[in-house]
């Protein structure tokens, strides 16, 4: 009976002993793979913090540049500078108007007499021509709100001088007296204004000399 107490003790020992080997095995395993785990996680880590370390891109880079805006080629109204461009105006088809262009077509519709050549609007049949809103005409229009020609639109239809101001187009339909200065359309303030029967044009150099004009678009 002592033999066989024995080496059942014997026995227990020995399973004993495997078991925590065992274990002792797979702990040690255990612990191998997670160092490769850890030093995958340290690059992963780096390349996290470099891209949190980048700068934002700036939102004012992204916003578009305005474009600058233009002064010229929009409407027309009536505090145009009289100090601007001379000619500077251009034909409705986009052709520039130059200086000899302008001057030639301003020679050719000047007055030989301008007491004789005039016509008011009441010798003329009466106004038909378009009619400038009153609100619009208050704010553009009228002896305080002058400008020069030189610096507007400008073309010539029939031999009759017609330029652009305030968007409408303006024409000329009596001739310039002759007593006013050759480049008068250059030099001098001008003004539209409705003087009972229909539009004249005045130069404020030269009063008492209304010169016929219609208005279109």
């Given at each position: 009976?002592?033999?066989?107490?024995?080496?059942?003790?014997?026995?227990?020992?020995?399973?004993?002993?495997?078991?925590?080997?065992?274990?002792?095995?797979?702990?040690?395993?255990?612990?191998?793979?997670?160092?490769?785990?850890?030093?995958?996680?340290?690059?992963?880590?780096?390349?996290?913090?470099?891209?949190?370390?980048?700068?934002?891109?700036?939102?004012?880079?992204?916003?578009?540049?305005?474009?600058?805006q233009q002064s010229f080629g929009?409407?027309?109204?009536?505090?145009?500078?009289?100090?601007?461009?001379?000619?500077?105006?251009?034909?409705?088809?986009?052709?520039?108007?130059?200086?000899?262009?302008?001057?030639?077509?301003?020679?050719?519709?000047?007055?030989?007499?301008?007491?004789?050549?005039?016509?008011?609007?009441?010798?003329?049949?009466?106004?038909?021509?378009?009619?400038?809103?009153?609100?619009?005409?208050r704010q553009y229009f009228g002896?305080?709100?002058?400008?020069?020609?030189?610096?507007?639109?400008?073309?010539?239809?029939?031999?009759?001088?017609?330029?652009?101001?305030?968007?409408?187009?303006?024409?000329?339909?009596?001739?310039?007296?002759?007593?006013?200065?050759?480049?008068?359309?250059?030099?001098?303030?001008?003004?539209?204004?409705?003087?009972?029967?229909?539009?004249?044009?005045?130069?404020?150099?030269?009063?008492?000399?209304?010169?016929?004009?219609?208005?279109?678009?």
């Open positions: 009976m002592k033999q066989i107490s024995v080496v059942s003790t014997a026995i227990l020992c020995l399973l004993f002993g495997a078991t925590a080997i065992a274990q002792h095995g797979q702990q040690g395993n255990s612990r191998d793979k997670s160092k490769p785990a850890q030093q995958m996680s340290q690059p992963a880590q780096q390349m996290h913090q470099q891209q949190t370390a980048k700068p934002a891109p700036s939102r004012q880079a992204a916003r578009p540049q305005s474009k600058p929009g409407a027309y109204h009536g505090g145009v500078q009289p100090n601007g461009p001379a000619f500077g105006g251009v034909h409705h088809s986009g052709v520039p108007q130059h200086q000899e262009q302008v001057h030639n077509g301003f020679a050719q519709s000047r007055a030989g007499s301008w007491s004789h050549d005039h016509q008011s609007w009441s010798q003329r049949g009466g106004y038909n021509g378009y009619r400038i809103p009153d609100v619009r005409f002896h305080d709100h002058f400008f020069r020609i030189g610096g507007l639109p400008l073309l010539f239809v029939g031999g009759q001088p017609r330029f652009q101001y305030d968007g409408y187009w303006v024409t000329l339909l009596d001739p310039w007296p002759e007593t006013w200065g050759p480049d008068w359309y250059d030099t001098d303030d001008v003004y539209l204004d409705y003087s009972g029967d229909g539009y004249y044009l005045y130069d404020r150099a030269y009063p008492g000399f209304p010169i016929a004009v219609t208005i279109s678009f």
